[in-house]
């Protein structure tokens, strides 16, 4: 079968599907590509909506991946404001829409993503309850910033992960009064560890934010359904116009799992289980980005990345596969934030427990180094602080899987390439 005679369906509007319905053209596919997106704006990336965009610093149409007309002009379908239904593996069809539109594939990708964790607490029904996921949410989320910040009033953050204190900078620079309420000992507990954590509620108490570590949100108190305080489970009542939940992401596996594909266990982030070619269970579905778990080999272990470059990469890497042209899809994982004036990049994947040193190069009191997680010599993770033009070497340094010695590692004054260059 000839390419103008196949159909691939791409479900998913987000980064993922369109850099995948792009890599299609670009490779020469020359078949129907129909992309599906449950939302009624094009398909759009992520990391604005707690940045930029947030803040005013970028206008909407810059959050977009194509512009409208892209989709047209490379003939991609695009089906905005539609939901996929169902799948019928055996006869290969998708179902959508409100009129049960059914469309045949050849190839189908899952790029359905994550959607933000519910807060499961009394109040959440209020007006003033937000969360961040969607485009929509940030236009919401905007206007409320900017509203407390002219009016004095406050907001109140559960979850200090990298959501809550992008969201938190955002709010103070707009003025507002924020208070974030986490369970962990800092922040970023469970990504950083106590080492590097401490540095970003440095940075955050810096600026005005009041942190509540060790307690979790039980109760949000409201009267004629606006939001009035935010009770925690040490008894404390904390005042509140406003209340955002970043208690973190679900992958969105309903559809994968009604049609019979294998899902990971929640205990290792859930999600579609995919092969090396992030090919799932079926060998004519394919999945990438927040919702594809994989076993990454320089890892040695599962993963579900719900980051920037792992749906920007995977959308990619899917497409190819699913043209035949597939590779092992093994990146260094990779995200970055901004919040007030630090910038930061990080890769690798170094949990609680898989390190056994943190070796800092740089001055971590003014917010300038880079820190590495080591296990016995090797490097498992790299995190740089207003450092720049960094990130080939220490993801260089993370593929080697070789010993290096911390003690060069931790000085600014051996260049990070002559390391790598002796590991090769």
């Not at 993922?16 to 053209?25: D, H, I, N, Q």
């Not at 810096?206 to 009267?223: C, D, K, P, S």
């Not at 990130?391 to 260089?396: F, G, L, W």
């Amino acid at each position: 079968m000839v390419d103008a005679d196949q159909t691939f369906v791409i479900v998913g509007g987000g980064l993922a599907g369109a850099k995948a319905a792009e890599t299609l053209r670009t490779e020469g596919f020359t078949g129907r590509v129909i992309l599906v997106c449950d939302e009624r704006d094009h398909p759009y990336e992520r990391p604005p909506l707690s940045k930029g965009y947030l803040l005013g610093k970028e206008d909407r149409d810059s959050v977009f991946v194509h512009e409208p007309a892209w989709y047209a002009r490379h003939d991609i379908e695009l089906h905005l404001g539609q939901t996929v239904v169902g799948i019928d593996r055996a006869a290969r069809t998708v179902h959508y829409g409100d009129d049960g539109t059914r469309a045949r594939y050849d190839k189908l990708l899952l790029a359905t993503g994550a959607e933000p964790r519910r807060l499961d607490v009394p109040g959440t029904g209020l007006a003033g309850v937000h969360h961040l996921r969607r485009l929509a949410h940030a236009e919401r989320l905007k206007g409320v910033l900017a509203s407390l910040g002219r009016d004095n009033g406050h907001l109140v953050i559960a979850g200090a992960g990298w959501i809550g204190l992008e969201v938190a900078a955002a709010a103070r620079e707009y003025g507002a009064e924020v208070t974030v309420v986490e369970p962990g000992p800092t922040p970023l507990h469970g990504v950083l560890g106590p080492e590097l954590g401490s540095v970003f509620a440095e940075l955050h108490e810096a600026h005005g934010v009041r942190f509540r570590f060790g307690v979790r949100l039980t109760e949000i108190i409201g009267q004629d359904g606006m939001v009035l305080a935010a009770r925690t489970d040490d008894g404390e009542e904390h005042p509140a116009h406003d209340v955002l939940a970043a208690i973190g992401a679900a992958p969105r596996t309903a559809l994968a799992q009604a049609a019979g594909l294998e899902i990971a266990d929640p205990a290792d982030g859930g999600g579609i289980v995919v092969d090396a070619n992030l090919r799932t269970s079926d060998p004519h579905i394919y999945a990438a980005g927040d919702v594809a778990s994989f076993h990454h080999a320089l890892f040695d272990t599962r993963l579900r990345v719900e980051h920037w470059a792992g749906a920007l990469n995977g959308g990619p890497a899917a497409a190819r596969a699913m043209l035949g042209k597939g590779l092992a899809h093994d990146r260094v994982p990779y995200f970055f934030t901004d919040q007030y004036d630090l910038g930061m990049e990080y890769s690798g994947w170094a949990p609680a427990g898989s390190y056994d040193q943190v070796v800092i190069r740089g001055d971590a009191a003014k917010r300038e180094f880079i820190a590495f997680w080591v296990k016995e010599g090797r490097v498992l993770a790299g995190m740089n602080v207003n450092v720049w033009d960094v990130t080939e070497p220490v993801q260089q340094l993370i593929r080697s899987r070789t010993p290096v010695d911390p003690d060069a590692l931790a000085d600014p004054h051996v260049p990070l390439e002559s390391l790598v260059a002796q590991l090769s």
